[in-house]
């Protein structure tokens, strides 16, 4: 089938769901499936629609089709010694562009250059009606409609179809050197929010059961004297890509065994809030920003938590025999709700594009 072909038989599909208003389910290479609420409806598989439109390195804009793989998207980037600046998770080797936006998911990178949406230049879409919008653009300096573009990031597919995205990338780093230091996790805190404030290359950071590691990237001067300045035990390059690689695809022993009652939450802090000492494995990134805590509290718990730290909580993965009879996503107050239900009333008025999967009832 030719691009048109694929669209336009999407169009049919779109319009003929929306008619009967039975739920569709779009997907990718299903990497993450297993993130969010329920999965309802019939497969729309965005995988036939793929391609790199068009790559400038010169104006730092990749523009490519949403069912292309991710690894696709990454090689021809790395051929210019570029990158996706967020770092996205891949969980898996069928992973696609479409499906990294839609999740919104970001690496140990993220603290230091942002989320996704902070790099979506611009997006085609195609809404309940079956109709295809065009927003934003793809060079830097165009803005109209950007923040409809960034709206798709981590929407998990429930404003519409994802059919082009143009994302702003960024050069590699000249240099990277990865250091460790034995810190509780109190000292940790005190040190990430300290080093955050100097002008230190920091492009990554980690605690886990009484050890820091830190990444610096940037110029070759900038590392080495960074390596200097903080001191620390310097880990050899292949165990330190093997390591910021298992925390972004979470194949680091910390992910490995999750008791079958237990969640994997993902919390959402302040830099600066102090550990939390409740029962379970914890692990930092983020410079602090970013905790992940397996246990097996009771949701309730977990997110008052979270609340009274300044922040909220989100389960990200479940053991096997866990009660998923809750909200995987912290709830929204009415007025952020009213946005979203009016958002989603705008694309998607029949509730046919991934129903449930952010929220209940949404």
Not at 33 to 40: K, P
Not at 132 to 157: C, E, I, P, T
Not at 202 to 225: F, I, M, N, Q, Y
């Amino acid at each position: 089938m030719t691009e048109d072909d694929i669209v336009a038989s999407w169009t049919e599909r779109v319009r003929l769901a929306t008619e009967r208003q039975t739920p569709l389910r779009i997907r990718g290479g299903g990497t993450k499936d297993w993130y969010g609420q329920v999965l309802e409806g019939e497969v729309v598989d965005t995988r036939s629609h793929r391609g790199i439109i068009e790559y400038d390195p010169a104006e730092l804009v990749i523009t490519a089709k949403a069912g292309t793989p991710l690894v696709e998207i990454e090689a021809r980037l790395e051929e210019c010694g570029q990158m996706l600046p967020f770092e996205p998770p891949h969980f898996g080797r069928h992973a696609t562009f479409g499906g990294c936006i839609a999740a919104g998911l970001a690496g140990p990178r993220r603290a230091a250059t942002g989320a996704p949406r902070d790099f979506v230049l611009g997006a085609v879409v195609m809404n309940g009606q079956g109709q295809v919008l065009h927003f934003g653009g793809q060079v830097v300096k165009n803005v109209a409609g950007y923040d409809v573009s960034r709206l798709l990031a981590g929407s998990l597919g429930t404003l519409g179809l994802i059919l082009e995205l143009s994302v702003k990338v960024l050069p590699k780093p000249v240099a990277e050197a990865t250091l460790k230091f034995d810190m509780n996790a109190i000292d940790a805190v005190r040190k990430l929010n300290e080093w955050s404030g100097r002008p230190l290359p920091l492009s990554a950071s980690a605690w886990c059961d009484h050890t820091l590691a830190l990444r610096l990237g940037g110029a070759e001067a900038a590392v080495k004297a960074a390596r200097l300045s903080l001191g620390g035990e310097v880990v050899d390059a292949v165990e330190a890509e093997r390591f910021w690689s298992g925390l972004r695809e979470q194949t680091d022993p910390f992910f490995a065994v999750l008791p079958p009652r237990a969640a994997l939450w993902r919390l959402s802090l302040p830099s600066i809030a102090e550990p939390m000492h409740l029962a379970g494995p914890h692990l930092m990134e983020w410079g602090g920003a970013q905790r992940w805590w397996i246990t097996d509290a009771d949701p309730q718990t977990v997110r008052i938590s979270a609340k009274q730290a300044g922040g909220h909580a989100t389960i990200f993965r479940t053991g096997a025999a866990y009660d998923r009879n809750t909200s995987v996503f912290t709830p929204l107050a009415a007025p952020m709700m009213k946005i979203h239900r009016g958002l989603k009333a705008a694309f998607d008025p029949a509730r046919i594009f991934n129903r449930g999967r952010l929220y209940p009832d949404f």
